[in-house]
């Protein structure tokens, strides 16, 4: 039969994992992170091995790819991911819900071994080829079958090896089109080398076609590559000691040696690690004992080592320890403990130890480089960081001389006694946060015996200027002597010494100096030159002043432009003072008002002494003149101000007193005014002038009183004084007010003092306003009083229905209606002069007129709004006497009875009156008729008529007589 062709991934796999994923029922567990922008290397990886429990649920391992709990950066640097799916068959979804959750740039190894199915070759083959084609699994990119088939607690002959992987093989090639490789082959199990199985193997393949219906003839031809996992030691990955052989080799083995039984094939590295320190320290040899530093530096080679070598997949074993606690290769620590170092080599590719290391003989020291810590997720801040140096002398394999250091350097005075001559060998550790970061390997140097050079070598200049002082650290143990060199002439000085004095120096001169020490062995290096300059005479001293501080002292001031003085002296041509090095200034004091004195100023050092400065003078001043014609004048009623006459011409300013506190004012003030007083404060304030001499004498005591806020007015009225004003009264009841204030609580105005009214004016008719007073003065303003009302008039209604009627014959009266409520008067004028009426007047006469006068009035109503329109005018005229009644008779007409007849010429009689002699009878107006009754027959009778009005009576008619019947 035709060889089935192996299977390099597919589209097969691709489309199952896809459906897988759409079809899958439990929940999908994504990781919290997102895989690195930069994708690991495509060889790196690192076995899970059994990530479910029996229960289904995550192992601790299982947690660490899978779930909240999941080590993104340990994901991020992971190409190649070997799952153990043992309980596959059992388990299936959640293995499912795992891969699906994945970063999907990782590719997977599925372990199918015993613990998978410990059925025989064909049923083994069915179960594998169950699980190889269900969908679910599609994530699985290659299928290993058995796992470390030549070990020696999981031997499999070569022939039954070789037939579970035809079988296996056979059926997921052809059915999944998936790949398969050979179980992970360990290099030596002590049966024989792995050549020799392999061979065997491939030989059974070739026996057995039935095992793959004659598809495969050998080993290479059945499998998609072969898996090995070449263990070596953990110190020494190229120790050749049995059992194991060294990575480098195994891996040029299986990849390039000629006649490799697997030439071509993919090799697969399913398994490599180093083991840590356990408590089986007999199962172990010495050299096979790493702690994490070790381990973390051979996981970091062996992947170097990978790369090199061509390898397709490799994978670390392992992520976290087993439950075993003498299979510690994890980078976990047992049962989900803290991370140990190798998992920062595995994400950031160095395990942080310190590299570069080097002798320095000129600094004379051993120094290396300190590797950072990259930010790797989860790492703890740093702490303190110490160094550990071990030394292992010529001739010895024993690191056993120790120092620590905190810098990254380590000075060879370090070491007392000194070390051997010869060369050493020599590694660093860092320990940070309790955890050690060894080196990844050692270094070299020769010691030649010769001494430690000084350090800290200070020269400086005597202080006469004739020698210098060198100063060194004496660092060296095996020295002779120092030798101290200016270029131009060596000097020396013994063992163990720190200093020497070079003499014959000159003043002010610069001077460079080496210092270095020797021995037998030759000398060390120099030591940095240090310069240091010979004091010269110092610098005189420059813009010199004299200045008045008082009448008794001067203050002399100076630039100091020395810089190598120690100190200075200054003179008033009698007396010297000497002060302190950098001093700039000295008060002189003692000294005599109004008298001049002069002042001289130089530096010196030990050297000597500079010139004097040239001299400067000042005169001291005299005490000022007081002031005089002191006066305190009221300023408000908190406030009271003081004038003075300023006698003097060199005060500085006056100060002022109240005998308790002083405040001061600037020269050639005359005046100052003082606050915060309360009102009604009697206040006695003082004066005085000053200089820098000193002070006047006091001016006499000038007193004032603040006054007290006046007394508030009262009996305020508001009285309307016409359409447009209001008169305010108030009673005045302050004695100390400068004016009053009336508000009509919008607008205020001022009058003076003694004040008792204000007129308010400007307001229009019918306005109604409220006004308050207050008093004030410069105290303040006392309480308003209430308000006093009053509304401006309108201009009353016009009187209206008037009349003129005549009463008498010198008298008329004039009626009208009242129709305003508010006039103040009437005013009846008769077309020549007014008359002013009461209010609510409605008639007036009008007498002193003559009989026959006509007259015509008018009324108009008035108050202090003004005037009302004048009515229409009424008229009437006067009457005059009536005429006398003409042709009287007397007729009788019984004999009791005579009638009396005249003629009426009068139009303005009222009446008539008869007269007989004896009585007056009246009859009314018109009448022209009257009979006398009640006679006595034969009764002779006159009779007289006149006419009459309210002006008076016309003359008699002549009498008429007759006599009854």
């Known amino acids: 039969m035709t060889p089935l062709p192996k299977r390099r991934g597919g589209l097969r796999r691709t489309l199952l994992a896809v459906t897988a994923a759409l079809l899958l029922s439990p929940p999908v567990v994504t990781m919290a992170a997102q895989p690195a922008a930069a994708l690991p290397p495509g060889y790196k990886g690192i076995q899970a091995g059994a990530v479910l ?124 089109h998936d790949e398969v490789i050979s179980g992970g082959l360990v290099g030596d199990s002590g049966r024989g080398p792995v050549w020799t199985y392999i061979t065997d193997t491939s030989a059974a393949i070739a026996a057995h076609p039935e095992w793959s219906n004659s598809a495969y003839t050998s080993l290479n031809a059945a499998v998609d590559g072969v898996g090995i996992h070449p263990y070596s030691y953990a110190r020494r990955m190229h120790i050749t000691e049995e059992p194991h052989q060294p990575l480098a080799d195994f891996l040029w083995h299986m990849t390039g040696e000629r006649g490799n039984p697997v030439s071509g094939e993919r090799i697969y590295v399913t398994e490599f690690g180093y083991r840590m320190q356990d408590n089986n320290i007999d199962e172990l040899k010495p050299e096979e004992m790493a702690d994490e530093g070790e381990q973390c530096d051979n996981l970091v080679e062996g992947f170097q080592q990978i790369a090199a070598s061509g390898i397709y997949a490799a994978t670390w074993f392992t992520l976290m320890d087993w439950d075993d606690e003498h299979r510690r290769f994890g980078l976990y620590n047992i049962n989900n403990g803290p991370e140990r170092l190798a998992r920062y080599g595995y994400v950031d590719g160095n395990c942080a130890g310190p590299t570069a290391g080097v002798f320095n003989e000129e600094a004379d020291q051993l120094q290396w480089t300190s590797t950072a810590l990259a930010g790797t997720a989860g790492r703890a801040s740093l702490a303190a960081t110490s160094y550990e140096i071990a030394v292992a002398p010529p001739g010895s394999s024993a690191f056993s001389i120790i120092k620590t250091s905190s810098q990254p350097f380590l000075p060879m005075y370090a070491f007392n006694p000194p070390l051997a001559v010869g060369v050493h060998r020599w590694k660093v550790t860092r320990i940070t946060d309790g955890r050690r970061y060894p080196s990844p390997g050692q270094w070299t140097f020769n010691y030649l015996g010769r001494p430690s050079p000084p350090t800290g070598a200070y020269a400086a200049g005597g202080s006469t200027g004739t020698f210098y002082t060198i100063n060194w650290t004496d660092n060296a143990i095996s020295e002779t002597g120092y030798e101290i060199s200016n270029s131009f002439e060596t000097r020396i000085a013994p063992a163990n010494a720190t200093s020497l004095t070079w003499t014959g120096a000159t003043p002010g001169v610069k001077d460079c100096f080496r210092v270095r020490s020797y021995n037998a062995f030759g000398p060390s290096y120099w030591a940095l030159e240090t310069c240091a300059t010979t004091p010269s005479l110092p610098t005189a001293p420059s813009n010199v002043t004299a200045t008045v501080l008082s009448g008794t002292s001067v203050r002399v001031n100076w630039a100091d432009l020395a810089g190598n003085e120690t100190g200075y002296q200054v003179s008033d041509g009698t007396t010297t003072v000497s002060l302190a090095a950098n001093s700039t200034t000295y008060t002189w004091s003692g000294l005599t008002m109004g008298t001049t004195k002069c002042f001289t100023v130089r530096s010196y050092n030990t050297v000597g002494y500079s010139p004097w400065s040239g001299s400067v003078c000042a005169t001291l001043p005299t005490i000022p003149i007081a002031p005089a014609g002191q006066t305190a004048t009221v300023a408000s009623g908190t406030s009271i101000t003081l004038t003075w006459q300023d006698k003097s011409t060199n005060e500085w300013g006056f100060e002022i007193s109240n005998g308790t506190t002083t405040n001061v004012v600037g020269a050639n003030s005359t005046s100052y005014t003082w606050g915060g007083l309360a009102n009604g404060t009697y206040l006695c304030l003082m004066v005085r002038s000053y200089n820098n001499a000193g002070y006047s004498a006091w001016t006499p005591y000038a007193c004032a009183t603040t006054p007290t806020i006046p007394v508030a007015p009262n009996a305020q009225t508001a009285t309307v004084v016409s359409g ?42 019918g306005t109604y306003m409220c006004f308050m007073v207050r008093a004030y003065n410069q105290a303040g303003y006392s309480p308003w009083t209430p308000y006093a009302c009053a509304t401006t008039p309108t201009i009353p209604i016009a009187p209206a229905g008037q009349t003129a009627t005549p009463i008498s014959g010198t008298q008329i009266t004039v009626t009208w209606q009242d129709r305003s409520n508010n006039e103040t008067s009437f005013q009846l004028y008769n077309g020549v002069s007014y008359l002013t009426l009461p209010a609510n007047t409605t008639s007036y006469t009008w007498g002193g007129l003559a009989n026959g006068t006509y007259m015509c009035f008018s009324i108009k109503a008035v108050n202090l709004a003004g005037q009302s329109a004048s009515t229409p005018y009424a008229c009437a005229t006067t009457p005059t006497v009536p005429a006398v009644p003409t042709n009287q008779t007397a007729t009788p007409i019984s004999t009791s009875q005579i009638r009396v007849n005249w003629v009426d010429r009068s139009t303005n009689e009222i009446g008539f009156q008869v007269f007989d002699g004896v009585t007056y009878w009246t009859v009314p107006a018109n009448t022209t008729v009257f009979t006398r009754t009640g006679l006595a027959s034969k009764k002779y009778m006159c009779f007289a008529i006149r006419s009459y009005n309210s002006v008076g009576y016309s003359a008699f008619t002549p009498y008429a007589c007759a006599t009854t019947f």
Request: charged share 20%.
């Open 53 to 176: 429990n029996d229960d289904c649920s995550l192992s601790v391992s299982g947690q660490k790819i899978s779930g909240p709990g999941a080590d993104t950066a340990v994901l991020n640097a992971t190409k190649w991911l070997r799952i153990d799916f043992r309980i596959a068959r059992t388990c299936r979804d959640a293995y499912v819900n795992l891969l699906a959750g994945l970063p999907s740039h990782i590719s997977i190894i599925g372990l199918l071994d015993s613990e998978f199915s410990n059925a025989e070759p064909v049923d083994f083959a069915q179960h594998a080829v169950e699980i190889a084609c269900d969908g679910g699994y599609g994530r699985v990119t290659v299928w290993e079958i058995r796992n470390e088939p030549n070990h020696n607690d999981t031997w499999l002959e070569p022939a039954r090896f070789g037939e579970f992987v035809a079988r296996s093989a056979y059926r997921i090639h052809s059915e999944c």
């Open 724 to 765: 447009t004003s209001i008169r305010i009264n108030w009673a005045d009841r302050s004695a100390n007010e400068w004016g009053f204030e009336i508000s009509n609580g919008t607008t205020s105005t001022v009058v003076g003092a003694n004040s008792t009214s204000y007129t308010w004016g400007g307001l229009a008719n």
